[in-house]
């Protein structure tokens, strides 16, 4: 991608995350955050799992396939994170955090 003189890019790809927040938001109705992880606890090896909470920080119930293709759709926005360690993604305002540092933030 072209940079301009100060090295930002000329186009930045903030509208990409917009674009997955508004379709994750079609796909989820009622979702305010998906908590994307590799650790499914029903597997023994690394698998995309997601935690879905409504506004009121209730967690919604998700289909396996819904849950997958969401990991899957967060992950590839974000190819170059440590996908290690648990992130939250926010659809209201498409940003993408480490979930701990969210706990940290509540006083957790």
């Keep these: 991608m072209p940079a301009?003189?100060?090295?930002?890019?000329?186009?930045?790809d903030s509208s990409r995350r917009?674009?997955?927040a508004v379709q994750l938001?079609?796909?989820i109705p009622g979702a305010a955050t998906i908590r994307?992880?590799?650790?499914?606890p029903t597997?023994?090896?690394p698998q995309p799992?997601?935690?879905?909470?409504?506004?009121?920080g209730k967690t919604m119930e998700l289909g396996r396939t819904a849950?997958?293709?969401?990991?899957?759709w967060i992950m590839r926005v974000w190819p170059?994170?440590?996908w290690n360690r648990p992130r939250t993604f926010r659809l209201a305002d498409a940003t993408l955090t480490r979930s701990d540092l969210i706990a940290a933030e509540w006083g957790r």
């Design 4 to 12: 301009m003189p100060s090295g930002i890019p000329a186009c930045p």
């Design 18 to 20: 917009h674009r997955l």
């Design 25 to 27: 938001a079609d796909m």
């Design 36 to 40: 994307v992880s590799l650790t499914d």
């Design 43 to 45: 597997h023994a090896w």
């Design 49 to 56: 799992h997601t935690v879905v909470q409504d506004e009121a």
């Design 67 to 72: 849950s997958k293709v969401a990991a899957r």
């Design 80 to 82: 170059d994170e440590d």
